[in-house]
C-alpha cells in the first residue's frame, strides 16, 4: 500500500531535549515537505527536499532541520524543543516538483513542556 | 507574500443542506488550486485545479476556479454527518513547488 509514515504519532517531552520524527515513503517520491498546523494559523511549509540531498527552508524553519540522504526517508529534527513548538506535524510527498498531489502522513501530534 | 484566506471560518448545517466553502488568493507564480478534507488526522486530496471555468465533480462535491477574480469555491450538495471536517484550500506556486494553505473552514454537519 501506497503510503507515508510517520513516528512517532504522538510525543511529549521537555523543553531541550533532542528529538527526531522520521517520515518514510514508500512511492519512490523525489519530493518530500514537512508542515507544521496550528490553530488559528493552518498549515505552514517548515521545510522541503526536491530530491537526495537537496533541501531547502519553507515559511516557519526557525528550530527545525531537515536531512535527506535517502530518497524514502525525510526526518526532522528539533535540537533544542521549546515550547513554541508544540504542533501537529504533518509529513507530505509527491512524485517529482512538476507533480500537483502530495500524500500525507497520518501526523505527529508534539508536545514540548 | 502569498496570501491563501477561505471563508467563512466555520459553519454548521444540517443534512441534506448545500454548502459553500470559499478560497481567495493573492499569490505569485500560480500553478494550481488544490481542495483538501481533513478529518483528525492528514488531509486527503479532493480536487486540482488549473484553469478558469471547468468545473472538477465527484458525487455531492463539485469546485471551480476563477483566475481572473482568483478564487475557488468548493459546493457540497446534500450534505451527510460524514461530510464534518476541516476544508483546506491550497495553492501550488513557484518553481520550489510550494504549497501555501489558507487556514481551513470547519463544516458540522447535524443530523
Known amino acids: 500500500e501506497a503510503q507515508v509514515t510517520q513516528n512517532p504519532r504522538y510525543l511529549i517531552t521537555v523543553t531541550g531535549k533532542k528529538l527526531t520524527v522520521t517520515c518514510s515513503q514508500n512511492m519512490n517520491h523525489e519530493y518530500m515537505s514537512w508542515y507544521r498546523q496550528d490553530p488559528g494559523l493552518g498549515l505552514r511549509q517548515i521545510y522541503y527536499?526536491?530530491?537526495?540531498?537537496?533541501?531547502d527552508k519553507g515559511d516557519v524553519p526557525e528550530g527545525y532541520k531537515v536531512s535527506r540522504k535517502e530518497k524514502r526517508n525525510f526526518p526532522l529534527i528539533l535540537e533544542s524543543p521549546s515550547p513554541n513548538q508544540t504542533s501537529l506535524y504533518f509529513c507530505?510527498?509527491?512524485?517529482?516538483?512538476?507533480?500537483?498531489?502530495?500524500?500525507f502522513g497520518q501526523g505527529t501530534r508534539l508536545t514540548v513542556v | 507574500e502569498d496570501k491563501v484566506v477561505q471563508s467563512p471560518l466555520s459553519l454548521v448545517v444540517h443534512e441534506g443542506d448545500t454548502v459553500t466553502l470559499n478560497c481567495s488568493y493573492e499569490?505569485?507564480?500560480?500553478?494550481?488550486l488544490l481542495w483538501y478534507k481533513q478529518e483528525k488526522k492528514a488531509p486527503t486530496f479532493l480536487f486540482m485545479l488549473?484553469?478558469?471555468?471547468i468545473e472538477k465533480k465527484s458525487g455531492r462535491l463539485s469546485s471551480i476556479l476563477d483566475k481572473k477574480e482568483l478564487f475557488s469555491i468548493l459546493n457540497i450538495t446534500a450534505t451527510q454527518t460524514g461530510d464534518s471536517a476541516v476544508y483546506l484550500c491550497?495553492?501550488?506556486?513557484?518553481?520550489?513547488?510550494?504549497?501555501?494553505f489558507g487556514k481551513g473552514i470547519t463544516l458540522s454537519v447535524r443530523p
Open positions: 527536499s526536491m530530491n537526495v540531498e537537496v533541501t
Open positions: 488549473t484553469s478558469s471555468g
Open positions: 491550497a495553492i501550488l506556486t513557484g518553481a520550489n513547488s510550494k504549497l501555501t
Open positions: 499569490v505569485t507564480n500560480f500553478r494550481s
Open positions: 507530505a510527498s509527491k512524485r517529482d516538483r512538476e507533480s500537483t498531489e502530495a500524500f
